[in-house]
C-alpha cells in the first residue's frame, strides 16, 4: 500500500513540475488536448496505461 502512495506522490511532484515550472507550456498542452479527437485521446491514454506497466514491471523486477 505504502508503494501505491510513492507513486500518487510521484505523479503530483512531476505535474506540480510541469504547472509550476511552466505554465505557458501547460497552457498549450491543454489547449492541444482539447482540440485532439476522443479517439486519438483514448489511444494515448491506453499507451501510456501500457507503457506505466511496463515501467512498473521493469522496475520490480
Known amino acids: ?3 501505491l502512495w ?3 506522490g510521484l505523479m ?3 505535474e506540480g513540475l510541469l504547472y509550476g515550472g511552466f505554465p505557458k507550456l501547460a497552457k498549450r498542452i491543454a ?3 482539447l ?3 476522443e479517439a ?3 489511444l494515448a491514454g491506453v499507451a501510456s ?3 506505466g506497466v511496463v515501467v512498473v514491471w ?3 523486477g
Do not use: G, K, Q, W
Open 12 to 14: 503530483l511532484a512531476a
Open 40 to 42: 486519438h485521446l483514448r
Open 6 to 8: 510513492i507513486a500518487v
Open 31 to 33: 489547449e492541444t488536448v
Open 35 to 37: 482540440a485532439m479527437p
Open 1 to 3: 500500500m505504502a508503494e
Open 58 to 60: 521493469l522496475a520490480r
Open 49 to 51: 496505461i501500457a507503457l
